[in-house]
Structure formats: C-alpha cells, structure tokens
C-alpha cells in the first residue's frame, strides 16, 4: 500500500459515498480549509504552485512531478487512458473536488488540474468522481432594512452581485450603502467562512465534470494544452470578442 502524502490532511470516514478530498490552491487556503471542514468526511489536500500540464506528458513520467504523484496516491487511483479498464476498488474518495482561487489563476489552476483528469484518470471523470468547488468572488454587508437584520451575502461572479444589490435596493438600501468586498484569494477567508460558501453541503456549489462530448473536449485540450502555439493563438483571437469579466 502507497504510502500516503504528508501533506494530506485525512477524513476520520472510510466510506467513500460520503468522503469528499478537497485538492486546494496553496498552503495559506488550504490552512483554512482545514480548520474549516467537516473532519469526519472531507480531506484537504492543498498543491504547491500550478501543476504541471500533463496534457502531453507521457504517462511514465507523471510521477516525476511531486503534486501528480501527490493526487494519485492520495485519491487512490493509478493514471490510466480511455481505453483503458483502471482498478477503481482503491478509490478512497467518492467527491474529488478541485477548489481554487475565483480569479483568473485559480481558473487556470483548475484547467491544469482538469488537463491532468481527463487526460490520465479519464475513468474517474467517467464515473462522476471530479467536480469543482465555486467559491464567491464577492460579500456584500447588507445594512438593516425595516425588520430585516443586517446580513453578509456572498456573490459567486458580477451577475450575483448586481442581483443582490437589485433585490436590496428594492428593499429600500441604496447600493452604495451596501459594502462590498472582493476576495483576491481563498486565504483572505476565514475557516468559518469557507466552510460555510464553498464546503458545507448544505450551501456550497459543486459542479460536477462530465464527458458529454469526448471528442470536442479532446479537440478543445489539444488546441489550448498542447505544445504548438499557432492553433492555441488562432482560437484565442477568434474567441477574444466573447471574453468578459477578465482581470486586469
């Protein structure tokens, strides 16, 4: 039996329908994390920097990198490829959360991490295993309003913060009395905080990874993942007319 990695901070729990790892951008974060979670079923396992993108590393070669090597041993599953019949029983989790930053890096950190599922533990995808963890980007304290208590309300991009100062406003709050705070990173949360946005199963937003079409998917990987520029810069520039909310 592998021997697990130091880093991983283990759920009390053996029964994988309920035991969730939560794979989390940076040390600072995945301290709150881990203070903040559910001991009995929820694992942190926080990764160091970005990892590599695995997208045409081969498969011999994956464990040279600490954080795959890492990912594989804590989940419990070896690097297969589609074809590919992995054995699945060692599987120590049934939720494999990816948990990042709500900004442009942690949305790179989650496609590096995606890179590496789809490419190497495509089963695990298959199976319904891999899902992202959407934390907010904003809180916004809401001031008392007639009966109402003060309250803090967490937005998940643009479009849930100006809804929520639409519904306050119309609540009798000005938006500009209502105080708004972006969060740069998972780290500025407090535990209480990210247990109760982004890991409590009563309140979070999990977004589970399909694979309803494996042929554009591996198309779209190639293209963005792979190592010829020309394809990647072609359909950046064709797509660059879409692209909102970015970070500058």
Same mark, same amino acid.
């Given at each position: 039996?592998?021997?697990?990695?130091?880093?991983? &901070?283990?759920?009390?729990?053996?029964?994988?329908?309920?035991?969730?790892?939560?794979?989390?951008?940076?040390?600072?974060?995945?301290?709150?994390?881990?203070?903040?979670?559910?001991?009995?079923?929820?694992? *942190?396992?926080?990764?160091?920097?970005? #990892?590599?993108?695995?997208?045409?590393?081969?498969?011999?070669?994956?464990?040279?990198?600490?954080? #795959?090597?890492? %990912?594989?041993?804590? %989940? $419990?599953?070896?690097?297969?490829?589609?074809?590919?019949?992995?054995?699945?029983?060692?599987?120590?989790?049934?939720?494999?959360?990816?948990?990042?930053?709500?900004?442009?890096?942690?949305?790179? %950190?989650?496609?590096?991490?995606?890179?590496?599922?789809?490419?190497?533990?495509?089963?695990?995808?298959?199976? $319904?295993?891999?899902?992202?963890?959407?934390? !907010?980007?904003?809180?916004?304290?809401?001031?008392?309003? $007639?009966?109402?208590?003060?309250?803090? #309300?967490?937005?998940?991009?643009?479009?849930?913060?100006?809804?929520?100062?639409?519904?306050?406003?119309?609540?009798? #709050?000005?938006?500009?009395?209502?105080? %708004?705070?972006?969060?740069?990173?998972?780290?500025?949360?407090? !535990?209480?905080?990210?247990?109760? &946005?982004?890991?409590? !199963?009563?309140?979070?937003?999990?977004?589970?990874?399909?694979?309803?079409?494996?042929?554009?998917?591996?198309?779209?990987?190639?293209?963005?993942?792979?190592?010829?520029?020309? !394809?990647?810069?072609?359909? *950046?520039?064709?797509?660059?007319?879409?692209?909102?909310?970015?970070?500058?």
């Amino acid at each position: 039996m592998a021997v697990l990695p130091g880093k991983l &901070t283990d759920c009390e729990s053996r029964d994988i329908s309920v035991n969730e790892v939560f794979l989390v951008e940076g040390d600072s974060a995945g301290g709150s994390a881990k203070m903040g979670r559910d001991k009995e079923t929820q694992a *942190i396992l926080p990764l160091r920097g970005k #990892v590599l993108n695995t997208w045409e590393v081969e498969r011999d070669r994956l464990f040279a990198n600490n954080e #795959v090597h890492d %990912i594989s041993v804590a %989940i $419990g599953v070896d690097p297969h490829g589609p074809d590919d019949e992995p054995d699945l029983s060692g599987l120590r989790y049934g939720k494999i959360c990816i948990l990042s930053d709500a900004d442009v890096d942690g949305s790179h %950190i989650q496609v590096l991490l995606l890179t590496l599922f789809f490419k190497h533990f495509p089963k695990l995808i298959e199976t $319904g295993h891999v899902y992202i963890a959407l934390p !907010p980007l904003f809180r916004v304290d809401v001031p008392a309003r $007639g009966k109402k208590p003060a309250a803090k #309300v967490y937005a998940l991009d643009e479009g849930e913060l100006n809804a929520i100062l639409d519904k306050a406003a119309k609540e009798g #709050v000005a938006r500009e009395k209502c105080q %708004i705070s972006r969060f740069k990173g998972l780290g500025e949360m407090n !535990p209480h905080e990210l247990w109760e &946005t982004t890991m409590d !199963p009563e309140k979070r937003t999990l977004r589970r990874i399909t694979l309803d079409d494996a042929v554009q998917a591996d198309e779209t990987f190639t293209i963005l993942m792979g190592e010829k520029v020309e !394809p990647r810069k072609e359909f *950046i520039e064709k797509r660059a007319q879409y692209a909102v909310n970015l970070d500058y």
